[in-house]
């Protein structure tokens, strides 16, 4: 059975909703075009706010410049560096605090390969995070950082 674009797009609409990781898609330019309750949770906009907004809105300044290249880059090639692998890192939330939070990424390309956007799908580990630190030896405090 071959399914609308439609008919997919409502079978996917609830998946997106219900599941307990960020979804944040953002098309080839950067801006936010699909924010879920899991994203409103994690970093505290709703969707109003953050749709239509640059991803800069979740990154920290001081890591912009890094984010900014490598998803040119991911645009460029039609595929991201990290190959299914989830990275760490500090994002900011609406209140002008940080989470850390474990991130994996994909390129959402058409029909010929041409890249459309990236989703990311998020999952908070700032307790986790700091755990493993105090493990270490290292105190991490939560920060208001930009």
Do not use: C
């Not at 560096?81 to 609406?94: C, D, E, F, I, P």
């Not at 209140?95 to 990236?118: I, L, N, Q, R």
Request: net charge neutral; proline share 2%.
């Amino acid at each position: 059975m071959i399914m609308s674009q439609s008919a997919q797009s409502d079978i996917y609409r609830p998946i997106i909703e219900q599941i307990a990781d960020a979804i944040i898609y953002s098309d080839s330019e950067g801006i936010i075009r699909v924010w879920n309750a899991a994203a409103m949770e994690i970093f505290g906009y709703t969707k109003d706010e953050a749709i239509g907004q640059s991803l800069d809105l979740i990154i920290p300044e001081r890591l912009r410049a890094a984010h900014w290249a490598g998803f040119n880059r991911a645009m460029e090639r039609g595929m991201t560096q990290h190959a299914g692998r989830a990275t760490v890192t500090r994002s900011l939330t609406r209140d002008g605090g940080s989470v850390f939070v474990e991130m994996s990424f994909a390129v959402v390309t058409d029909g010929d390969g041409k890249a459309m956007g990236s989703v990311a799908m998020a999952r908070d580990v700032t307790k986790r995070h700091r755990a493993e630190q105090l493990l270490r030896g290292r105190t991490v405090t939560p920060t208001h950082e930009q």
